[in-house]
């Protein structure tokens, strides 16, 4: 590092705000939030990320397309090129923060950053520290991350000029050719998503909130599929938006800030997270705003479908002050089917729970991916298969025998497509989703009729108060009901195809849970 460089510690939000506008890294707009452009990387880079393979991982980690190795060679130049590179910087902004909300299961990270907006977005996204934590702090991990960095794949074992690799030996994690914020934010979760299922510690990729009885519910699901927008309920006390751990005696948040799709947020519809636009301390990544009034137009996706607001947990009104909460009451699973195939609630016995929570198909959403211009059909393990480093038995084993253990209601609730597939039907209205989800999370939907799914198999009510009842049935809402039995077939198939590689990891009760399509059809 150069003599003359100014080295940033800790900073709080107001200097960071004023630091990024002072470089140009960003501007204000008019009611206060900081608002910021990524350039071409909108979203993650998921071809571009690494862990190396060693002897610490070599066993450890689930090897393949999720989880790219990188040779310790090529880390060692990767690294002595990345720390060449931080020495050339004047100014340097440094946060010392936490992994976690519950003391005991939580990893200390030290977060390294050339742009003074990406030390406010991890400040504000991780947990921080007390000034008597900060006092003694020193970091389990470090993160360093220079967005004007370009890789050699040559010389670095890469793909391209942008790269994410994570060393668990060095505890050291590099990210570099990339300004879009997430990479941090996922890095940390990667990062907790190996380490705590050895101490018996479930992470999730999931919301989680509280209601008025101390009652916890979990939202699994990727980006796209409703977490955050969800688990912000006026009526409920909010845990957190996206990564969580289930303890013995707590689900907590791994995070201290919420990251929220932006683009064409409604003020009726999402109230709590439409404020947080509003607000100083707010970080928004590529949202649309006029140069002159400085006012934004959350409607625009020129600059990204992807786009987001970083904001802390504090500004929704009803959040958790300590980040956490008794184990779960309820778990929903959410997909945002682009088939139309799901109906838009369904009660998942514990085997269907752990066949869908390693199956986790849903529909990749525009933007959130580099390349996805559509929803997409996927399936992602563990509703999370990017950040998932060991093998998904390990965190499906994990959560079945947390749902056994706590009497869990599982719930899969279809937030995507209804009336036909992705172009053809139109999306689930939110209002219906509430108030499924109301009924299941108040124990009313309990005492409802229900029916078995001829393709799924799992139990789908067959009316409840203030929904429509045609809704509730997908194959109802087809005009052309041929269609429907075709495209529900596909995803039968696709579904046990899907499943073939996890079979011989689980029980025969999960095995038997695999839909069917029906011999009628």
């Known amino acids: 590092m150069r003599a003359e460089a100014r080295v940033h510690w800790n900073l709080g939000t107001s200097a960071l705000v004023e630091a990024a506008v002072t470089r140009g890294e960003g501007k204000l707009a008019a009611d206060g939030p900081l608002v910021v452009e ?3 990387h909108t979203g993650r880079s998921v071809r571009d990320r ?4 060693d002897a ?3 066993q450890t980690v689930w090897w393949g397309k999720s989880n790219q190795a990188m040779d310790p060679a090529h880390f060692a130049a990767l690294k002595a090129d990345f720390f060449a590179a931080l020495g050339d910087k004047p100014e340097l902004f ?15 990270v030290r977060v390294i950053n050339e742009f003074a907006w990406h030390n406010l977005f991890i400040r504000t996204m991780l947990v921080r520290p007390s000034a008597t934590e900060l006092a003694g702090f020193a970091p389990d991990y470090t993160i360093i991350d220079l967005p004007s960095f370009r890789a050699d794949p040559a010389r670095h074992g890469c793909r391209s000029e942008t790269v994410i690799a994570v060393n668990f030996t060095d505890k050291l994690i590099l990210i570099g050719g990339t300004r879009y914020g997430g990479e941090m934010k996922k ?4 990062l907790l998503n190996y380490l705590l299922p050895a101490h018996g510690v479930m992470p999730m990729h999931c919301s989680a909130n509280i209601g008025p009885a101390g009652d916890t519910a979990v939202f699994f699901g990727l980006s796209g599929t409703g977490k955050t927008t969800l688990s912000a309920d006026a009526a409920r006390t909010l845990i957190g938006d996206d990564e969580h751990g289930w303890s013995d005696t707590a689900v907590f948040n791994f995070e201290g800030g919420c990251y929220a799709k932006m683009i064409r947020l409604s003020a009726e519809a999402e109230p709590e997270i439409f404020a947080t636009t509003k607000r100083f301390g707010t970080v928004l990544e590529n949202v649309v705003m006029d ?3 400085r006012t934004l137009d959350l409607d625009d996706p020129s600059l990204a479908e992807n786009s987001r607001g970083v904001y802390p947990i504090d500004f929704i009104p009803n959040a958790s002050a300590d980040n956490l909460g008794p184990v779960p009451r309820n778990m929903i699973f959410l997909t945002a089917d682009a088939y139309g195939v799901m109906p838009p609630i369904a009660k998942l016995t514990p085997d269907q729970a752990m066949y869908h929570f390693l199956s986790g198909y849903t529909a990749r959403v525009a933007g959130t991916e580099i390349g996805v211009v559509e929803p997409d059909a996927t399936f992602s393990t563990c509703f999370g298969a990017p950040f998932m480093p060991r093998h998904p ?3 499906g084993n994990l959560l079945k025998e947390r749902i056994a253990a706590g009497g869990v209601d599982c719930w899969l609730v279809n937030t995507g497509w209804t009336g036909g597939k992705y172009g053809v039907g139109h999306r689930m209205p939110i209002k219906v989703t509430r108030t499924l989800l109301n009924a299941a999370l108040d124990g009313s939907l309990n005492d409802a009729q229900f ?3 001829p393709n799924f198999g799992f139990q789908v009510p067959v009316s409840v108060p203030g929904v429509d009842a045609q809704i509730l049935d997908p194959r109802a809402t087809w005009i052309d009901k041929a269609a429907y039995d075709a495209t529900a077939a596909r995803l039968v198939d696709q579904f046990v195809e899907n499943f073939a590689q996890f079979a011989e990891h689980v029980d025969e009760g999960v095995r038997q849970a695999a839909p069917k399509v029906p011999e009628a059809a």
Not at 94 to 108: E, F, N, T, Y
Not at 187 to 190: A, D, E
């Open 38 to 40: 990524t350039g071409p």
């Open 56 to 58: 610490e991982t070599e």
């Open 393 to 395: 038995s390990v965190y």
């Open 50 to 53: 690494y862990l190396v393979r």
């Open 94 to 108: 440094v946060q010392d923060l936490h992994g976690g909300s519950q003391p005991s299961h939580r990893v200390k």
């Open 187 to 190: 890095s940390v979760f990667s």
């Open 291 to 293: 140069p002159n009034t």
């Open 451 to 453: 029916r078995a799914d």
